[in-house]
């Protein structure tokens, strides 16, 4: 007989037969989120062959290129999630302001925040790219959704989860029970249960992910941080592509960086589209979060598109690198 597949589908609605009070609101909307990941998936893989590559000629609201497949992500998510009555908002890294519904559709009792295809200046590099999005329930009165639904902490979030467009497509999720991975299978169009209940291993290989490019911009504690984990024979990998190097780091072990520098004071990478889901995701599989000083979890947000120094990993690395901080500033 045939080993039985398991379906995202098939797994979220098993989740959902957890929760006796569940509407199904929510696993709809994580079956949207698995379409729209798959049409961003199909037109990746095209990219080399049409002419949808390239800078779309206009700065985003944090003063990067914007390239059409940014773009086109952005839309194709909006599009699979507007209309379906479960969402009240959406934010997005590519969007200045939240993203109402429209008015034509009904509101639901969930906000989502996404990153629609983050890394994309290595597109023309066919480096992985990925999909980051954060799920919270709305706590604002109204009935249409706003700013206070999306300005929530991390261990708020009741999903996370990311997709990456690698040499496979994966999507991996968690709603506060397990990390779990799908891949998808294209000559179906399913994604597939391939990684149930991922830990981060511990220990974990040693590696270090971090653009040490910037050494002369950091912190003396930051520079001991790194100096400390190579006297201890770590291997550096860093792709540039931070769903690229998350994923590694979740499934080898290691620790993952974007510190704060004399340039960015506040670090580059965004805490409600990127730090916070991926937070909760490492959290879930047993490694940590940090912004150097404390977890990423517990950051009240104060504006939508806030940055914050990043450290994602193993437990045991994540602390060593906070205790260099505080020694050393
Ligand atoms: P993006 O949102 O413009 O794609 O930038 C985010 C990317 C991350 O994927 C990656 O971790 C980081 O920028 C790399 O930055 P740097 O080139 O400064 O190392
Ligand atoms: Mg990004």
Redesign the pocket.
Known sequence: MAEPVITIGRHIIEQERRYPEATGAFSDILLDIAIAAKIISREINRAGLVDIVGSAGKLNVHG?DVRKLDEFADEVIFNALDHSGNLCVMAS?EVEDPIPIPEKFPCGNYALLH?PL????NIEANVSLGTIFSIHRKISKGERGGTEDLLQPGHRQVAAGYVVYGSSTMLVYTTGAGVHGFTLEPSIGEFLLSHPSMKIPDPGKKIYSV?EAYYKRWSLGQQKAVDELKDDGFSLRYI????A?FHRTLLYGGVFM?PADSTNPRG??RLLYEAAPLAMVIGEAGGASSDGHGSILEIEPQELHQRTPLYLGNRHLIERAEAAIKADG
Do not use: A, P, Q
Request: hydrophobic share 20%.
């Open positions: 990067e890294e990153d983050d890394g994309s200046s653009n540039g592509s931070l769903v190097d974007y580059k990478l």
